[in-house]
């Protein structure tokens, strides 16, 4: 029999850990509106591909143990702190998964930000359909910080947590764990690019994608800016940013740019990255494009 309120049809692991994490919540119902938001880099390689080649390719998107890539940490390893921590909030439920039957990261959107619910993970990001919040589990703060608060969608204690912490604005999200897989036609609603990507490769391949192009309100910095704010990161990380930097002004796609040469680390130009997203957001209308 299925679990109340959880999904019909799911794999068994999936049904264990959303009945392992249901039982750990308590509190009221999420409310209808937040969508669950995928963060990412759009201009990375993925096995090799552009990212956005390679969800093309699959027709899914993937956690980090399927792809061996990530924007935070990589950790998804046979005794890495991953699969720890998942062991731990999901009862154990993953811990001889193959790779692809394990959950997709990403967090909750019910700030409703321009760029996504977690952009210190990239620049743009996927809107998931609503009906996805049923088979995700939720925590805060983010499963490295070993949290001990968790939700579910029948069971949300989480939001009124968060709007109560004063954690930096990059750490202030809601980790979510998307159960039963991510597929592009399925469970996508729309990609939301960076304006720095319009007239690039990106944009392109984001057009043969099964769901609509959106542009946010953008990430602008300048290196005078980036400057002030030295002490966020460290004060290597300004100098790897001005150094790589286009008429004195940073952008997702110079960072992607940057990345895809090969000269630098990408552990480096992630926390290039963080200074980028915590102080150069365009506080501006979002527009759709087309």
């Avoid at 750990?24 to 390689?45: E, K, Q, V």
């Avoid at 490295?144 to 968060?162: K, N, R, S, W, Y």
């Avoid at 202030?172 to 597929?183: A, F, P, R, T």
């Avoid at 740019?257 to 680390?265: E, L």
């Amino acid at each position: 029999m299925d679990f109340p309120g959880f999904p019909d049809g799911l794999p068994s692991r999936a049904h264990r850990a959303l009945r392992h994490v249901g039982a750990r919540a308590s509190g009221p119902a999420l409310a209808p509106g937040p969508h669950i938001t995928l963060n990412f880099h759009p201009d990375r390689l993925s096995g090799g591909l552009p990212v956005l080649d390679s969800l093309a390719r699959d027709g899914a998107y993937h956690s980090q143990f399927v792809t061996g890539t990530s924007n935070g940490g990589l950790t998804a390893h046979p005794g890495g702190d991953r699969r720890r921590w998942e062991s731990r909030i999901f009862g154990g439920a993953y811990d001889d998964a193959e790779p692809g039957e394990r959950p997709v990261y990403g967090a909750l959107d019910f700030r409703r930000q321009p760029a996504g619910a977690a952009p210190r993970f990239g620049s743009s990001f996927l809107r998931l359909a609503a009906s996805v919040v049923h088979r995700a589990t939720f925590c805060y703060p983010d499963s490295a910080a070993e949290p001990t608060d968790f939700g579910v969608a029948g069971a949300m204690p989480l939001i009124a947590l968060a709007e109560a912490d004063e954690r930096d604005a990059l750490d202030d999200y809601i980790e979510c764990h998307v159960h039963g897989g991510v597929l592009l036609a399925r469970d996508v609603r729309a990609l939301v690019l960076d304006p720095s990507y319009r007239g690039t490769p990106v944009a392109a391949a984001a057009r043969r994608l099964p769901f609509p192009l959106e542009w946010h309100s953008g990430y602008r910095l300048t290196v005078e800016r980036l400057h002030r704010h030295a002490d966020y990161r460290g004060a290597e990380y300004t100098r790897l940013g001005a150094r790589i930097a286009e008429r004195g002004v940073l952008t997702p796609r110079i960072i992607g740019d940057a990345a895809r040469t090969g000269r630098y680390d990408p552990q480096d130009l992630k926390k290039v990255w963080h200074v980028l997203a915590r102080f150069g957001a365009v506080r501006e209308p979002s527009g759709v494009g087309n």
